[in-house]
């Protein structure tokens, strides 16, 4: 699927440095999501944006920090992570809460 | 919150064979979706069938509502069917949960 696009699709970083992952959808859709999969475990969603605005917000630490300037754009601020936030980061969008999500291909994410 | 079930946890089949894996839910289903997941992490929509029978060549799921469950039927599996599968489900909140997955080997 190419509907999606996530970038950058790795990403290397150090404890103390400042980052973003890019989502960009190309579907018409109004809601848009950060997932998290860390291995071994079930995806676990982070973030939910319904027409720009936030209407979810499952308990993720500050250090991530979304941002939806518009419907088609949805970015997760990384600064000061720690090592087991290194996980895969999905992004994901759907027409609306009640339609199928279609994802991206990911940010694979490693914190030394 | 709902909880997914997915069963088994892994299988391993030979090449051509069938296989059936199993979702269950702990709440009524408002949106439910089966992805296959390869071995480079792309997660790849299958259905979306919060109920009935749906087919796509060689799968094929069926969600009972009432009984809170849904299947995912694969026939004459082939080495590019391994990966994970999961099923993920929502209440229509935007409360989306995954569950485990199933871990798919086929072997040639």
């Known amino acids: 699927e190419t509907g999606v696009t996530q970038t950058p699709r790795h990403l290397v970083m150090g404890m103390t440095n400042k980052k973003s992952l890019k989502c960009e959808q190309h579907?018409?859709?109004?809601?848009m999501y950060w997932y998290k999969q860390s291995a071994k475990k079930p995806l676990e969603l982070m973030f939910v944006?319904?027409?720009?605005?936030?209407?979810e917000n499952n308990s993720v630490p500050s250090r991530f920090s979304p941002e939806c300037p518009n419907s088609s754009h949805l970015f997760l601020h990384l600064h000061t992570l720690q090592p087991e936030d290194s996980a895969l980061y999905l992004c994901?969008?759907?027409?609306?809460?009640?339609?199928?999500?279609?994802f991206g291909d990911g940010t694979r994410l490693s914190i030394l | 919150g709902i909880q997914v079930e997915q069963s088994p946890p892994d299988l391993i089949l030979q090449e051509g064979a069938n296989s059936t894996l199993r979702c269950n839910f702990s709440?009524?289903?408002?949106?439910l979706q089966w992805f296959h997941q390869n071995p480079w992490g792309q997660l790849i929509n299958l259905f979306y069938?919060?109920?009935g029978t749906k087919q796509n060549g060689r799968l094929s799921a069926t969600t009972v509502a009432t009984e809170r469950y849904s299947l995912l039927y694969i026939s004459s599996s082939q080495t590019t069917d391994s990966g994970v599968y999961f099923c993920?489900?929502?209440?229509?909140?935007?409360?989306?949960?995954f569950g485990a997955g199933t871990r798919l080997t086929v072997k040639p």
């Open positions: 994901a969008s759907s027409h609306d809460s009640n339609q199928p999500q279609h």
């Open positions: 579907l018409g859709h109004n809601a």
């Open positions: 944006y319904n027409f720009k605005e936030q209407t």
């Open positions: 709440d009524s289903v408002n949106n």
């Open positions: 069938i919060p109920s």
């Open positions: 993920a489900e929502s209440g229509g909140n935007n409360d989306m949960r």
